[in-house]
């Protein structure tokens, strides 16, 4: 898929009654109650595109956690902003929105529920799949002679580019990373691999759609670099779809996450070859660079 020209990423200034927005429309802030933090993109986005935020808050006290996804609801058209993304939205039939759980998020398809869901033609309409780990010795691999899973290697990381069909997503801001400290090298390590929590401090969360043909597409989360799957199939893409952001109960704060698709800036290949040389992006305050370029290397 070809690039698209980089647009500046904002959230929608209709949301819901519980959220303040920043000077720059880029940080949603649920001020109270643990409801109505409905949020929503500016403009649709593209296909391909990814909407990518970074938890910066959470509230001790409430159950339950981030929740995000699409709809095919103009913002401002609503007279009110639902209190819930879920149900209120979803219930509708014209939103796909996913609770962002504790544990890890990966979507397992059933290869004989695809066979059947094809003969019947299709998830038309935005079906959700289920989510959860596959359990030992069910499913989800290939195996040996002897019974046993062959583990295929990960090539989680290895490419420049995160890719899902023909949607290619620079990786370089898609993994959340620790306010820097004395164990940032550690902690950085943990959001690499998405063994923290997705809804842990500093996680970064996408949602995009992958048209499938047909006028239809596939609704993708992405968590700290990794693609969980299609968490909704057969979407209508025909109509302009935004993202959906429920600043929702434990999650406090969040802050839209710029990407950039086309060329990068000169500040990130300023960023990404200084980085090439170092042990850890800590190590930067001993070499001999501007103050704003370190800044810029250690937090951006």
């Given amino acids: 898929m070809e690039p698209f020209p980089d647009q500046f990423t904002e959230f929608h200034p209709i949301h819901g009654t519980n959220v303040r927005l920043d000077h720059s429309g880029t940080k949603a802030t649920r001020v109270e109650s643990f409801a109505n933090g409905v949020c929503f993109s500016k403009h649709p986005l593209k296909p391909g595109e990814i909407f990518l935020i970074e938890i910066e808050d959470k509230e001790l006290g409430w159950c339950g956690h981030l929740r995000v996804g699409l709809t095919a609801r103009d913002p401002g058209s609503l007279d009110v902003v639902p209190e819930y993304s879920i149900p209120d939205l979803t219930d509708s039939g014209d939103s796909w929105v996913f609770a ?25 309409g935005g079906q959700r799949l289920g989510r959860g780990e596959v359990e030992d010795g069910v499913g989800g691999g290939e195996r040996d002679e002897g019974g046993g899973n062959i583990s295929k290697p990960k090539t989680f990381f290895t490419d420049s580019h995160l890719h899902i069909g023909d949607v290619r997503i620079p990786r370089d801001k898609l993994v959340g990373r620790s306010r820097p400290g004395r164990y940032s090298h550690i902690l950085d390590d943990l959001y690499k691999t998405n063994a923290l929590p997705p809804t842990a401090r500093r996680s970064r969360i996408g949602v995009l759609y992958v048209p499938k043909g047909q006028g239809l597409a596939d609704m993708h ?10 968490s909704a199939k057969g979407i209508p893409s025909i109509q302009p779809l935004h993202a959906v952001v429920d600043v929702f109960a434990a999650t406090k704060c969040v802050q839209i996450v710029q990407v950039e698709y086309g060329f990068s800036s000169l500040q990130t290949l300023c960023r990404k070859a200084i980085q090439k040389h170092i042990v850890h992006r800590m190590a930067i305050d001993w070499l001999e660079l501007p103050e704003a370029l370190k800044h810029y290397c250690k937090y951006e």
């Fill in 100 to 124: 962002i759980t504790r544990n890890h998020n990966k979507i397992i398809e059933d290869p004989e529920a695809e066979a059947q869901e094809a003969g019947d033609g299709g998830l038309g």
């Fill in 221 to 230: 989360i992405i968590i700290n670099g990794e693609d969980m799957g299609a």
